[in-house]
């Protein structure tokens, strides 16, 4: 059984402590280096206990959720994933790219198709030798599907060429494809499977009546991996307090949660704490009818009225990331340089709406009810906008009702929330047909510059320098799940964007390339 330590109810009360954590209940900041919230903690710990012991490790998973890496939407589940298998390509959690399945690859001169090639002896766990045919079948399945689909907004067709390659047309150039091909790759005759056999380290064992994870002999790569138990028991989950429960009075040794879940609560035990960024994005539009923004210099000055880090704090536990621009801030497309003109500045705002000589307008804020978290938010946004001497009315509307009003853009601005694919794609908000060019957000030139930032990824400053002068969106925070671990067992732990247990196996992109 894990223990409660005598000194948590000082941490709990104390504001900071140990690396800058703060109590659950204001902005505590995750940075990622397996923060702990033990006072009694005195010395280190052996980062790789399997040196002098097996490793011991239990994980959950809800039995009756598919393991199907494109239907299942569950983090719960799809935290054992980085374990079963493996995609083309690996991305960490700053958004760099290595091999995995991909032995070599090419790219025409255009940037319009690239051909990749697999590893030669790669073996699924059932015994059956990885094919070219598994990976296009794969892919295109991951295409139809609601958790990837957005990823293949500009992939025209996947198709296997007579050399084995498997080659993917594009409808515009593109610099850094890879990093949206960390998609698992499963054999083609389960692609519909609920439980698919995987190139990955472990796989699904179900024989003995209790469900476990089991180290495979015959895994075809060696990986840097801080998972090495041979057997990984497997609790089954019934509910997120159940979950909290056990990791806190059983053996259960790392969960996933999220903070921004309404069934979310607080852990009160021994642990080790990680952030896992899961490309969720907070934002606002705007419509284009809106007779309040219709003064671009007024739309562009909202970034200003928007205090990100009290948002992040007050309502995600810290377990978000202030935004400024539309992009993640771990990710390379982010310039924190162009970011930092675009911060919080309630007197910048403030004295822009007294300029215009709109000190008293109404606007109307809309929100999806059903969302609790979002409501909330919104109505703490709603505040900072009137401290600027505007009325806000809130329009809060259930799913229904909000997709409807939308569609009829009878608002002012919303508060959206989306999943941006791994390279940051802003083209569904900007293309005429896009679809998240709500309230007539759609604007050609800049879905221009989006196309020429895929081209060359130098080129997201101008898009977003261009995106924060013209107000077209106003980007708020990018959230985070709250990854937590036995302390001392996974020490090395660097949980990456759907890859809490990410590893490498030692390939890098240059290496791979095969020069026309």
Excluded at 76 to 97: A, C, I, K, M, P
Excluded at 289 to 294: H, L, N, Q, R, V
Aim: glycine share 6%; aromatic share 12%; with cysteine.
């Amino acid at each position: 059984m894990r223990r409660l330590t005598a000194g948590l109810l000082c941490v709990l009360l104390t504001a900071t402590l140990l690396a800058g954590c703060q109590k659950p209940n204001t902005a505590h900041v995750p940075t990622g280096d397996g923060l702990t919230w033990d006072e009694d903690y005195t010395g280190p710990v052996n980062t790789h206990p399997e040196e002098e012991q097996e490793q011991s490790l239990t994980l959950t998973y809800y039995p009756g959720i598919t393991l199907n890496p494109y239907s299942c939407t569950d983090f719960t589940n799809r935290t054992l994933f980085s374990l079963l298998y493996q995609g083309l390509f690996t991305v960490d959690r700053d958004y760099n790219v290595e091999p995995m399945l991909c032995k070599s690859y090419r790219i025409s001169e255009d940037m319009r198709q690239y051909t990749f090639y697999i590893e030669e002896n790669v073996i699924f766990s059932d015994g059956a030798v990885l094919k070219p045919e598994d990976v296009v079948s794969s892919l295109n399945t991951a295409k139809e599907s609601v958790y990837y689909g957005g990823r293949f907004l500009h992939m025209k067709e996947v198709t296997l060429q007579e050399d084995g390659g498997i080659q993917i047309s594009l409808d515009t150039p593109c610099e850094d494809l890879p990093v949206l091909l960390d998609i698992p790759i499963v054999q083609a005759s389960q692609v519909a499977s609920d439980e698919p056999s995987g190139t990955g380290p472990y796989y699904l064992d179900k024989t003995t009546g209790n469900p476990c994870l089991r180290r495979r002999n015959n895994w075809w790569c060696k990986g840097d991996m801080i998972v090495t138990a041979s057997t990984i028991a497997l609790l089954e989950a019934q509910s997120n307090p159940q979950i909290r429960d056990a990791f806190q009075f059983s053996d259960l040794s790392l969960v996933c949660a999220d903070p921004g879940s309404d069934s979310y609560a607080d852990y009160r035990c021994d642990y080790e704490l990680w952030d896992c960024e899961n490309g969720m994005f907070l934002y606002i539009a705007f419509c284009k009818d809106s007779e309040f923004f219709s003064d671009p210099e007024v739309k562009a000055a909202l970034t200003y009225a928007i205090d990100r880090d009290r948002l992040v704090g007050d309502f995600y536990r810290g377990y978000a990331r202030s935004a400024t621009l539309p992009a993640s801030p771990n990710s390379p497309y982010y310039s924190q340089a162009l970011a930092d003109k675009y911060k919080y500045d309630g007197k910048t705002f403030h004295q822009i709406v007294s300029d215009k000589g709109l000190q008293g307008s109404t606007i109307t804020f809309l929100v999806n009810s059903d969302d609790s978290l979002r409501l909330r938010v919104a109505r703490a946004i709603r505040d900072m906008l009137e401290e600027a001497g505007l009325q806000v009315e809130m329009k809060e509307v259930n799913t229904a009702k909000y997709k409807e009003s939308i569609l009829y853009r009878t608002f002012d601005l919303y508060l959206g929330q989306t999943v941006l694919s791994n390279n940051m794609d802003l083209s569904a908000f900007f293309h005429t047909t896009g679809v998240l060019s709500y309230g007539g957000v759609d604007d050609p030139a800049a879905y221009t510059l989006c196309l020429q930032a895929l081209e060359n990824y130098g080129n997201y400053y101008t898009l977003h320098k261009t995106v924060m002068d013209q107000g077209l969106i106003c980007p708020v925070l990018f959230r985070s799940y709250a990854v937590y671990a036995e302390r001392g067992l996974l020490t090395g732990l660097t949980p990456a964007r759907d890859n809490v247990f990410w590893y490498s196996i030692g390939k890098n992109m240059e290496q791979a390339l095969i020069r026309q």
